[in-house]
């Protein structure tokens, strides 16, 4: 069955970075394009980034454009999002997914 596992979220100052990693299992990785979802408690689940199969196209929502760098491995079949100049706005569970698969999400909290 397919399987997606985020991994490094954690706690951050505001200004720092991290690197979420989404490994991807039981699909054949390189067809597929992926997206990153981010949901802050009390709010709705928003779109964050997607990438196309290939890795050459690539969509950022406005409110994380040039701070944020989706990127994928498809030998490792793994999707990466470098976040840089994290804002408390930003922290919110951050989840993988492709079609209607899910990962189960990795906890990013920014703060002082």
């Known amino acids: 069955q397919v399987q997606l596992v985020e991994s490094g979220g954690g706690l951050v100052q505001p200004g720092g970075s991290l690197r979420l990693s989404c490994a991807a299992s039981?699909?054949?990785?390189?067809?597929?394009?992926m997206k990153w979802y981010r949901q802050a408690p009390g709010k709705e689940r928003e779109l964050v980034a997607s990438?196309?199969?290939?890795?050459?196209?690539?969509f950022y929502a406005d409110s994380v454009q040039g701070r944020f760098t989706i990127s994928r491995d498809n030998a490792k079949s793994t999707m990466y999002l470098q976040m840089n100049s994290l804002r408390p706005e930003d922290t919110a569970v951050y989840y993988c997914?492709?079609?209607?698969?899910w990962g189960q999400g990795t906890q990013v909290t920014v703060s002082s």
């Open positions: 039981g699909l054949i990785f390189r067809l597929y394009a």
């Open positions: 997914n492709t079609v209607n698969f």
């Open positions: 990438i196309s199969s290939d890795g050459g196209a690539r």
